[in-house]
Each structure stands twice: as C-alpha cells, then as structure tokens.
C-alpha cells in the first residue's frame, strides 16, 4: 500500500496514544491530551509536529505506517515482502487462541503484522528500511518479523544499501514458542553478515523495544539512536521490580540513562530523525563507496 | 517432586519394612516383595509417561548433574578462564580450556551451584552482562585458535536485575549471538537441564543441538508464560505443554539434532551413566563436525537458523 494510502487510512486509526478530549460540537479526535504534560491539544497541531507535544516534548507512540512517512523521503518507500502472514506453528491455546490474536491484529492494524519493510530514500540517500507496529501483538519477533528482518538484512547486503531499522516491541511472541526465541539468533546472524560486509546499519529504538528484539539485532547496529524517553530494556521493569522487591530508579530503563550508562550513541528529537539518519548516512554511505 | 510423592510413601514404608528382621515375622517377607513389584510398577508408569511440565521439574532438580559435573567426568586438563576483562568476574558462567578424549575444546557452561553458599555466588545460574561478554570473549578465541565449542545450557534464564539492565544485558546477549553465528570453529550445545529464554540461546545455538531427555528449552518460562496468559503462575502445567519445550519437542520441530535418553527418573538417579551417554553423544557430534571446512560450517550454520520459522505468503 502506497504512503498516501497509509495517510488515508490513519484517520480510521483508534491508536490515538494522547487522550481524545469529547466535546459538544466537533468530532471526536479533533482535541486531544497530551500524556506528558495533560495540556489539551489541537490534533492537526500534534501531527505536523509529528506526535511530539509542541508544548513538552512528550514523544506519542506511533504506527509503522506513520513512522515511516515522517522519516522517509515522500513518494521512495516501496514495500517489500508485504504478504508474509503469521501461522499458528505450535496451535497455541492457552489463553485467547494464537490465531485469533492473529485475526483481532489484522483488523485492528491493517497490516499483516508487526514489521513493514522496503526500499526508500533518506534525505537523497537510498536505504533499506523497515519499521515495527506495537500495535500487532506488541511487535514481537514470531517467525514472520524475523523472516522479514532477517531478508531486510539480506536485501541491504545483496544491495550494499544501507540498513535503517525503527524498532517497537515487547520482545519474542510466545506462542511461537522456540521457534520465535530462534529468530534472535537468525536475525543476529543475518546483522553480523551485513557488519561483516561493512555495509552500514542504523537502529533507531524507540518505544518501548524489549527482550528478545533488544537482546538481538536491534543493539547490533552501527550507530543506536533512541527516542527522547522511549523504554529500553532487556527484562520488563514489572520483571525486574518482582526479582529485586525495590522500587525502580526514575527513568530506569529510558533513552537517557541508557545513554549515560553508555549503551547507546544518541538521544534524538523525533523531529530531527530523519536529518540526523541523513548526516550520518553522508559518513558512513556504504562502505565500499 | 510434586508429581513423585506417591513413589516416596511406598518406598518410606518398604525402607521400614526392611528395618525390621524378617527372621522373626516371617510374613513380611511377602508383603515386602509385593512392595517392591509395586515400586517397580509406579517407576515405570511415573517415569516413561512424563508431561512437559513434569520434565521442567525434573530438569530443576537440586540433584540433577551441572556444568561441573559435566566438565569433571568428561574432560580433562581443564582450565578455567576468568573474566570479561571490563566489570568482573561472574561465576554464573563457565569459560575454559579442556581435553575430551583427546579433542581439544572451549567449553561453555551456565553454573548453578550445589549449595546456597554456591548459589549465592553463582546467581542460581542467571548471568549478568559480564558473565556474557566472558562467553564471548571465549568464542573469539575459540575462533582464533581453532577449538571447537561445547557449550551446556542450565539456567533459568539471563538475571534481571537494575544492575544487569544497568550493564546492558541485552547487548551483552546481542554480540554473543552475533559471535556465535560467525565463528569458524564447530559449535556443540547441550542441554542439560534449563533452557531458559535469551540467557540460555546466548551461548545456546551451534552447528548442533543435543538435549537431554529432560532437559528443556523455552522462549519463556512456562510459570511466567502462564502469569501472562492467565495472572496465574500455577497454570505452568498447561502453558509448558503449548510451549513445547520438552527435548522431543525440539526434535520434532527440527530444532534439536538427537536425544540422549536419561536413566529411569532422571538424570540424577545414575549420573555415572548420563556422563557416559553424554560422552558418547559429543564425542560422536564433533567427531562429524571436525573435517567440515570453516567456511562450510559457518554457512552451514547460517542456513541451519534462515531454515527456522513458519509463516504464510511470500
Ligand atoms: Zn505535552
């Protein structure tokens, strides 16, 4: 589906992450609150600024769709292995059914799940590109996102393309069981062959990337870019708070501490996003350039 | 275990039995024959019928052989090396130098201990980044110096912990993943009682899976599995038979390469006998790997994991 398309069909979207504000005599939607700073907002105002509270700064979550619009050059993203669908390997039960999630996602997102992925352009420069939705099953890494990470991976080598990954995801999908604990190994290899073959790769982690996807390709870029407060993490703060019974530091496991501990290069406004990739594209290029 | 408690009554009242002398109640004896076919009998049904769930209890069985019972009845001349030469040395995972019947190799190993004192030092098996990074330092000389891996796979998974997250146990895990794909050297894993998540698959993918019959492997454990799905950690029963997770599992997903079959009622009733089973079955493994060109192996290796998944559409 064309971006334009995509634009069209965010307006039936209900992943509206500020707070719709009803009032008597506009639609629904057209005023919203912000998380950070609870300030009501104009809607149209919040997207031109791209999910980013002009007023705090507050980074709303958004859609792979979405993501990808703000940070490509208009009219470059041609999607690539668009109709890969999920299969319930192990006929998952517990719990609702693993293909009824599938279906309620599906419907929900209209996509075919949780990673979209393509060649595009950034600021002139052509990379591969891909980018998670949370909102299919929290993005996590089934069989399907690793098969199309992984060809990601393979495309920008097979190319000698640049690699540019947005992540979001709460980490393996457990229905799939090892056959999704797997698919970090698999994507990890297919990002050690893209290093191997000095062909650049940057990751922008945003929020929130967990488990397996963090422990796995997404830290294994060139540069780590995250989003002004995006959770990044191994285990899940509710996991970690459970181990240790304290309570959390403020901002454990955010974009910033983790680049005070060192563990990533940058901290950028989402705003800025799609600059920065291009400047740093401008260094790196693709190796062999 | 839960599931073994009718097998200990019986044999408690045979242990009985047997104290007193039959000499003077000679109808004992009888009774105490009929006890033992009993056992006999519940031994089998128990033990040949396990549930995933059952196997998950029996691969965390404080007496079930570690790491170093492993590394101490099949290899000698082993060193141990210490250290990820940036934070400190964890004791949850083992790195070192050692001799099987002749083959030099790296070994791998999560460590839980045999004691709480142990346990206290070793994290109960959990890593922390460090104990990673000292994984992965030991693949990249396993690489440069051409030995091969064996890798055992025990524990419950990587520790989450404010300081593990801190240290970035995540990309601690990342770069092992990627190390292991690329090193030109065969790589053996076992596993020989947990297999838990991102912390066990860091040092838990090769050329080559064995699992033991009781060992187990999950993306998740199924008590958290069962948290998530249900608020309910109790329903562990059930989420480790979705799961599958259990060695037969893996094999019928074509994620394991064989077996090895453990003595009646797990590993730890005969250890001297799984250590011999075990033996066999690496020696056998490398004894394939070793005339396999590097380059062949790694992109043996590679197209082993571009194998893995199940989806629709292209
Ligand atoms: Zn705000």
Redesign the pocket.
Known sequence: MPISDWFKAREQRRYTTPTAVPTADVPDGVWVR??????T?YMGDLERSEMV??????HHDITAPERLAMLLDEGSFVEADAGMRSTDPLDFTSGKAYVDQIAAAEERTGLNEGFISGTAAIGGHAVVVGAMDFRFIGASMGSVVGEKITRAFERALQLRTPLVLVTASGGARMQEGMLSLMQMAKTSAAAARLAEARVPYIAILTNPTMGGVTASFATLADVLIAEPGALIGFAGPRVVEQTIRKTLPKGFQSAEALLANGMIDMVVDRRELAATVGSLLAYLGSGDE | MEFERPLEELEQKLASLKRVDVSEQPELAAEIGELEAEIGRLHQTLYTALTPWERVQISRHPERPKTDDYIEALFTDVIELHGDRLFRDDEAMFAGLATLDGRRVAVLGHRKGKNTNENIRRNFGSPHPEGFRKAERLMHLADRFGLPIVSFLDTAGAYPGIEAEDRGQALAIAECLAALSQVRVPVVVVGIGEGGSGGALAIGFGDRLIMLENAYYSVISPEMCATILHKDARRASETSACLQLTAQDLLRLGLADEVVCEPLGGAHRDPAATFASVRGAIGRTLGELSPIAPDALVEARYSRLRAIGAYAGE
């Open positions: 912000c998380e950070g700073c609870k300030r907002l509270c002009p007023s705090c700064g507050k």
